[in-house]
């Protein structure tokens, strides 16, 4: 199994920027492919971005393409999600989850086989 846990969120301004950090255990961390996921209050959790397991290949929600980078050490056993020109619609509860490969439904939540617990993450104006 693997265990994940976020860290770096907090407050934030409008505009301004986080980095998010998911530690992962394990051996096998590096053959994993990651996720950032989000889900606000009242709302369903949303897809925000996602990494292969060599970190070739990223993608995006349209609502952060361009604003929010996800990146990856496997040395360190971490994915990151790097969070700029931030929004009030960005508050939400940030999870990073593994699965083993991206299929064509990466972007479903259904799809990932571990989660961390989350960071807050909250945007004011």
């Known amino acids: 199994q693997v265990q994940l846990v976020e860290s770096g969120g907090g407050l934030v301004q409008a505009g301004g920027s986080l980095r998010l950090s998911c530690a992962a255990s394990?051996?096998?961390?590096?053959?994993?492919?990651m996720g950032w996921f989000h889900q606000a209050p009242g709302k369903e959790r949303e897809f925000v971005a996602a990494i292969s397991w060599s970190g070739s290949s990223t993608f995006y929600a349209d609502s952060v393409k361009g604003r929010f980078t996800i990146s990856r050490d496997n040395a360190k056993n971490t994915v990151y999600l790097q969070m700029s020109s931030l929004k009030l619609e960005d508050t939400a509860v940030y999870s990073c989850?593994?699965?083993?490969?991206?299929?064509?439904?990466?972007?479903?939540?259904?799809?990932?086989?571990?989660w961390g617990q989350g960071t807050q993450v909250t945007v004011s104006s």
């Open positions: 989850a593994a699965v083993p490969a991206l299929g064509s439904n990466y972007r479903s939540p259904l799809r990932y086989d571990y």
């Open positions: 394990g051996r096998t961390f590096s053959t994993y492919a």
